[in-house]
Every structure is written in structure tokens, then in C-alpha cells.
């Protein structure tokens, strides 16, 4: 499990394609402290594994079901992405609880810099739009942000200086694309809503 909090950015500095399999080596100086092979690691908000560690190169293997529903699939040698060990006893909760299990990506329509902050429009994808609801939460690329204002077509994001500092949306530009998340309370009471209003009918 996860908080949303994103730690800073890591690049991307190798990556291999096996037959069934493609291996991320990500270069995790200052996010090592008790890590271990089998640990857990969010990249971009996809819950990851440590497959190996050999100094501050970290290394882990995504399947094509991870590929295919998230950006992952995107990356390149020299990308960044953002970094979140997994939550710990005791550990503060700042954000929202994620599981790492991205639904599905979504493109960035517009952007808009509005003094220190900047603005985002997100596309609303069918099946995550019961979901998206406005001051409710989501995970974008793993960060846990409240959502905006809410459209069928769309969703706004208003995006704090600090989380622009230390994390990759600041680069991030119209037609590019983001993991999403949904919140699992959210979720939980929409579709117990949806369902007690089935039985109703």
C-alpha cells in the first residue's frame, strides 16, 4: 500500500526486453534505505517488485497486463519517474491510500500555468467517470491529488509549486499521458450505491 506521497524522481537507466517480460533498471540513489529484493516500489503510481539490487541500480520486471494498462509502456532510457516506497507501521498517512493497481491511462488535454501552480485537464475515461467526482481523490502517476472540477469529457487538476518541484508532472505536456488510479473508497460507494439502486428498480 501507498499514501500518494511521492519521495522525488528516479531515472530510468536501462531497460530489456525478454520474451514475455521487459526489465527496468532505475537508479534509486536516496530511496535505498532497507530495500530488498521482493520489496515493494511504486514507479509512476504502478506497484512494482525488486527483482535485484546491485549498488543504486534497482531492477524490476513488468509483465505485458502491466504494459498494456499503464504508461510504463512509454518509458525510455533517461525518462523519470516518480518514486514511493511502500507504507510502512507508523508511517504518516498524508495522502490517500493506493494500491498501485492502475486502472488505465488518460491524455492530458490542456495545461495552463496560473502563477506559481499549474492546471491540468485530464481526459474522463468511460469506465473510471462514476468514479471521478469533484473534491474527491485520485491517484495520477501515483500522486494523490483532489480532482477539480468534472465534466463527462474531463477533469481538472490544480497542481501545487511543491508537488510541481518534486515530481515528473511538471514536464509533462498536452497529448502526453498519466496512470489513474481510482479512489477504493470511492469506488466501494459508488458501486454500493449503484447496486442498491438496481435493486430498488
Not at 494498462?69 to 507501521?89: A, P
Not at 485537464?121 to 468511460?126: C, D, G, H, R
Not at 480532482?147 to 474531463?154: A, F, L, P, R, S
Not at 497529448?175 to 470511492?186: A, L
Amino acid at each position: 500500500m501507498y499514501t500518494g506521497i511521492v519521495a522525488g524522481t528516479a531515472p530510468v537507466v536501462e531497460i530489456k526486453d525478454g520474451e514475455i517480460i521487459r526489465s527496468f533498471t532505475i537508479d534509486l540513489n536516496g530511496f535505498l534505505e532497507d530495500l530488498q529484493i521482493g520489496a515493494s516500489v511504486a514507479l509512476d503510481g504502478v506497484c512494482m517488485t525488486v527483482v535485484s539490487i546491485e549498488d543504486n541500480l534497482v531492477r524490476f520486471d513488468a509483465i505485458e497486463e502491466t504494459l498494456s494498462r499503464t504508461t510504463l509502456e512509454n518509458l525510455k532510457v533517461g525518462s523519470l519517474v516518480n518514486i514511493e516506497r511502500s507504507l510502512k507501521m507508523g508511517d504518516e498517512l498524508g495522502g490517500h491510500m493506493i494500491s498501485g493497481h492502475v486502472w488505465m491511462t488518460a491524455r492530458i488535454i490542456s495545461r495552463e500555468e496560473r502563477g506559481e501552480g499549474t492546471n491540468f485537464l485530464i481526459e474522463n475515461p468511460s469506465e473510471a467517470s462514476p468514479y471521478i467526482l469533484e473534491k474527491g481523490f485520485i491517484s495520477i502517476d501515483g500522486m494523490s491529488l483532489t480532482i477539480g472540477k468534472v465534466t463527462e469529457e474531463n477533469f481538472s487538476l490544480h497542481i501545487i509549486p511543491e508537488t510541481l518541484r518534486i515530481t515528473t508532472i511538471s514536464d509533462k505536456k498536452v497529448g502526453d499521458y498519466v496512470n489513474i488510479e481510482i479512489d477504493s473508497r470511492t469506488q466501494a460507494v459508488v458501486d454500493t450505491i449503484r447496486r442498491s439502486m438496481e435493486v430498488k428498480k
